[in-house]
């Protein structure tokens, strides 16, 4: 009895051992948490849930405030991703608290923050927590042009915009959305110099955010068109994903199945670009798109064995890498052509780009520079949309040995005839001194 449950003990641990290594965003969707601020959410935005589902995600859909509401047990995650559709939550309920979101990320957690006009305060520092600065709490933005005008709508909130992050990171190849994308919500300030940030969604030329309660400032300092970010997606050091989108109803079924036509009559779609866009938003929020994995960065001396531990100055060698993009469970060779390789000892003494051979491999030729030391290969790759690559590979490099000089310089000929000629110089001399007759007085 004892030894069975040994026996199966031992069973269930390898069974766990083997589901580790599942690599994430290859192959294993993960599991969703959708924390919704009412339940009505369930049925209005029902087609956002079942296009997580289609594409292979579980989801788990909870009201705030339910009971038992927790990310995880001590270290053990119950859900690989988050999305909070709850912009008026001042708490979310359970175990979860600000803090509790913001280390979810710091463990790999990726998250879809949704906001709205007006949303609490605990959204709003969600989202300053990652970096992305939500507009004063009562402005929305408007757009007096670009805006839904069927169905004689009369509403500069609801506007549309086409200025999305046109990158295949985020559409994974797929067709871009066919018409504009219908947005009610707050606007982002996403300031320029963040590396970690990539505005997915900006206001057309014509959009800006204001309180319409307060006066506005002369001359008006407002966001305006491609500065007032309307969806933003952060990609954390550990390439842990966050997206704020500064709408909730663009996920509602409501907006995917809207036919637009744009206020200034100019164009009408018969389908809004809403579906395409906030799904493609979530899959990459949840590392479905856009993830590289590199592997196996290897080196050699050309013409000599692998991994040498130790390489020469002056050498020629080669640094070679692997990198595939991961778009759900499909894996391809990543196209890009700007991957670098540096090699390192305090400072770069080399850094060029990696020449892609198609098949995924990277790989570059060049000769050690003529100083000793321990360098490094490192590859640090940022590209905006794309999980980051850091890597590194040391390797020491060695001086010649003593009997590695070449023997007879052409440079040292002058040096060689001046020994010869000293030694030529002492013989004569000594021998005109030794047998020259002496001279008696
Ligand atoms: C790509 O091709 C090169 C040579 O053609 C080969 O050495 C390398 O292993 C290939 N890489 C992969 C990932 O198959």
Do not use: C
């Not at 009412?38 to 209005?44: K, T, V």
């Not at 087609?47 to 579980?58: P, R, V």
């Not at 018969?270 to 929020?285: C, E, H, M, Q």
């Amino acid at each position: 009895m004892a030894a069975s449950r040994a026996l199966s003990a031992l069973l269930m641990g390898l069974l766990a051992a083997a589901a580790l290594p599942a690599v994430r965003g290859g192959g294993r969707a993960g599991r969703v948490l959708a924390l919704i601020e009412a339940d009505g959410l369930r049925r209005s935005h029902s087609q956002f849930f079942k296009g997580l589902e289609a594409a292979g995600l579980e989801v788990d859909i909870k009201t705030v405030g339910e009971g038992g509401l927790a990310l995880r047990s001590y270290d053990d995650a119950f859900y690989d991703h988050l999305v909070l559709f709850a912009p008026q939550a001042t708490e979310l309920g359970g175990s979860i608290t600000k803090s509790e979101v913001l280390d979810f990320i710091d463990r790999g957690g990726n998250v879809l923050l949704a906001l709205a006009r007006g949303a609490s305060d605990l959204m709003r520092d969600l989202a300053a927590e990652v970096g992305v600065e939500v507009d004063a709490k009562g402005t929305a933005v408007f757009d007096h042009f670009s805006r839904q005008a069927a169905g004689g709508a009369e509403d500069a909130t609801l506007v549309a915009s086409a200025a999305w992050f046109d990158s295949d990171a985020l559409f994974g190849g797929a067709a871009r959305p066919e018409g504009p994308v219908l947005f009610r919500g707050v606007a982002q300030g996403v300031p320029a110099a963040s590396e970690l940030i990539t505005v997915a969604l900006s206001g057309e030329a014509t959009a800006y955010s204001h309180d319409p309660k307060k006066a506005m400032a002369e001359p008006p300092a407002l966001p305006v068109g491609g500065a007032a970010a309307l969806v933003s997606l952060v990609q954390a050091r550990n390439n842990a994903r966050v997206a704020v989108a500064g709408s909730l109803d663009m996920f509602a079924n409501e907006a995917f199945d809207a036919a637009v036509k744009l206020a200034d009559g100019s164009k009408s779609f018969t389908k809004s670009g809403n579906r395409a866009f906030a799904l493609a938003v979530a899959l990459w929020t949840f590392q479905q798109r856009g993830v590289l994995e590199a592997s196996a960065p290897r080196h050699r001396k050309v013409g000599g064995e692998a991994e040498p531990a130790l390489y020469r100055i002056n050498d020629e060698v080669e640094f070679a890498i692997d990198i595939f993009e991961v778009n759900g469970g499909e894996r391809k060779p990543y196209g890009g052509d700007d991957v670098q390789v540096s090699f390192v000892m305090l400072d770069p003494y080399l850094r060029q780009p990696l020449v892609p051979a198609g098949n995924g491999t990277f790989s570059l030729r060049f000769t050690v520079p003529d100083v000793y030391g321990v360098f490094k290969y490192a590859v640090d790759y940022r590209h905006a949309g794309y999980s980051y690559i850091a890597l590194q590979k040391v390797v020491p490099v060695r001086p010649f040995r003593h009997d590695e000089y070449e023997r007879f310089l052409v440079a040292a000929y002058p040096y060689y005839a001046s020994a010869a000629s000293t030694m030529a110089a002492f013989f004569v001399l000594g021998w005109a001194y030794l047998y020259s007759p002496a001279t008696t007085k």
